[in-house]
């Protein structure tokens, strides 16, 4: 059987994102030089992905989605943690975004199981109970009725599957973003959303300078 198998699901991406309902979503005029963008060196200061890693304590055999995956910055991140021997689904509505992130992945030159899948706007299209961890960075605030979506997305978790979720403040703490703040999500925002679809805050992390980092499991699962 062929490890090399890779299955990428689309959905909005960081930061600008693709064209959703509003002006500032948006399909990006070069999308090879977005993502270039979101692959720069210089934002690892910032998003710290060794750390996030850490923190999500991924370990091999896990299966793993990465929603709203973009230039495939944190699904790479994910296929060395996991290994082979787990899962990892990236997720993007934008076809060019989901060859670029393969193609990244493929340059790695390790094995690897992925999956890469053209989503919808209003669902991700995971099968039953296949993931561990969905992973949703700079993407929550391109999602509409953000209840019903995790709601609906909540068969795809595995028994004591989580949800994490980083995305900027929409104040002063996250700086200079390129973009306007005004459809940015606050953490009590989501906090609400989450809970009304049926999850409870897990753990908080504190360690990123621009973001919130939440994680969230099922109300009846939590600890």
């Keep these: 059987?062929?490890?090399?198998?890779?299955?990428?699901?689309g959905l909005s991406v960081l930061l600008a994102g693709p064209a959703l309902a509003q002006d500032q979503h948006r399909r990006p005029d070069n999308i090879k030089q977005y993502l270039e963008h979101l692959d720069s060196t210089e934002r690892d200061r910032d998003?710290?992905?060794?750390?996030?890693?850490?923190?999500?304590?991924?370990?091999p055999g896990m299966a793993v989605a990465d929603l709203?995956?973009?230039?495939?910055?944190?699904t790479r991140r994910f296929v060395e943690a996991v290994t082979d021997t787990g899962m990892v689904y990236a997720i993007d509505v934008e076809p060019e975004m989901l060859a670029y992130a393969k193609d990244s992945i493929v340059h790695m030159h390790v094995p690897y199981t992925a999956e890469f899948i053209l989503a919808r706007?209003?669902?991700p299209k995971l099968p039953f109970e296949?993931?561990?961890l969905l992973f949703v960075c700079?993407?929550?605030?391109?999602?509409?009725?953000?209840?019903?979506y995790f709601r609906d997305l909540a068969s795809s978790l595995k028994p004591g599957g989580r949800i994490t979720i980083i995305d900027f403040y929409p104040d002063d703490r996250s700086g200079e973003l390129g973009f306007p703040k005004h459809?940015?999500?606050?953490?009590e925002?989501?906090?609400k959303e989450l809970t009304a679809a049926g999850y409870r805050l897990d753990r908080e992390h504190n360690f990123l300078p621009r973001q919130y980092f939440l994680e969230f499991t099922a109300a009846q699962s939590a600890r």
């Design 121 to 123: 706007p209003d669902s």
């Design 47 to 59: 998003q710290k992905p060794s750390q996030v890693i850490e923190a999500l304590r991924v370990k």
């Design 68 to 74: 709203g995956s973009g230039s495939g910055y944190f």
């Design 138 to 148: 700079n993407t929550i605030h391109h999602l509409e009725d953000r209840s019903k």
């Design 1 to 9: 059987m062929n490890k090399n198998f890779i299955l990428l699901i």
């Design 130 to 132: 296949s993931i561990d």
């Design 183 to 187: 459809h940015l999500v606050s953490r």
């Design 189 to 191: 925002t989501i906090v």
